[in-house]
């Protein structure tokens, strides 16, 4: 027998059939419960009256993220610009760089490229951070992890969009924001490359804000992958020639 609290099913063919709120969410009138409204260009966009529908996307992406108690305390406030006692104008222009990425990333892309621990993912932390903060649906992942999670999703005996395959891709083709660690340091392969031209070249056709770190010089990718990221027209590229903080002595490093 159906018990009073049990949720009812509502036929959906009546867009203007009122929805409840659902336990726990608030009720939104912008909305009608909905948690998404038409945007302008005719989509559908996250209810920004509720916050509803964006706290689920940032909650979906944040799933898949590289986040550690480590990335969580890189911050711009603690990235030091000062390189044996002098200011350093090469990671003054990167903090710089990721800091006004930050700030308005749409249409943008950012590329840092360096050595071993010039501090590139410390800098992809900090955007991550201060995106995460300002409630962007902000994907902060290595190379690895994604390929990690599509290589797991093939291997998952499951089909909710959150585990499939196509679902994955989908996710990480339109984070509001990509955050896109250690490219380079995957284990290339057919796939894998395929894998990285479909991923950023959705992002680049829809213009979607893009930061990318990586030890290899961006001229030494497949060149379709190489133009799009070297495009001037919205795509900043640093090169990172700090010398590696790991090494760098104890006095110096602060804190
Ligand atoms: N300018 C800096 N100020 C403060 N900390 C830094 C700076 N540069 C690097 N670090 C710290 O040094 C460590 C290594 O830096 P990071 O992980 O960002 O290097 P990386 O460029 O990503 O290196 P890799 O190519 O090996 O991934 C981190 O703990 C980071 O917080
Ligand atoms: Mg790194
Ligand atoms: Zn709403």
């Not at 038409?38 to 689920?56: E, I, M, N, Q, R």
């Not at 950012?110 to 800098?123: M, P, T």
């Not at 509001?176 to 992002?203: C, K, Q």
């Amino acid at each position: 027998m159906m018990s009073e609290a049990e949720p009812r099913l509502f036929a959906r063919s009546d867009p203007d059939a009122p929805v409840p709120a659902g336990a726990g969410l608030p009720d939104c009138t912008a909305c009608g419960n909905k948690r998404f409204i038409v945007g302008a260009a005719g989509g559908l966009k996250p209810c920004p009256s509720c916050d509803v529908a964006l706290t689920w996307r940032i909650h979906a992406v944040s799933a898949f993220s590289s986040r550690s108690d480590l990335t969580r305390g890189q911050r711009f406030a603690n990235f030091r610009t000062s390189l044996d006692g002098e200011e350093s104008a090469v990671l003054r222009r990167c903090l710089r760089a990721a800091e006004k990425f930050a700030e308005a990333p749409d249409g943008q892309w950012l590329v840092l490229w360096g050595e071993r621990g010039c501090g590139k993912s410390h800098l992809c932390a900090a955007v991550d951070n201060h995106l995460l903060a300002m409630h962007v649906a902000v994907l902060y992942i290595t190379m690895p992890d994604l390929l990690g999670a599509l290589r797991q999703a093939m291997d998952l005996d499951r089909n909710t969009e959150q585990e499939s395959y196509s679902g994955r891709m989908r996710t990480f083709k339109t984070a509001s924001v990509l955050i896109l660690d250690d490219l380079g340091a995957e284990n290339s392969s057919p796939w894998s490359d395929s894998v990285l031209f479909e991923l950023l070249d959705y992002r680049y056709r829809q213009r979607m804000p893009t930061m990318i770190a990586t030890n290899v010089d961006p001229d030494h990718f497949d060149p379709r992958i190489a133009s799009r990221m070297q495009d001037k027209a919205f795509s900043v590229v640093l090169a990172n020639t700090a010398p590696d903080y790991r090494r760098r002595p104890k006095k110096e490093r602060g804190g």
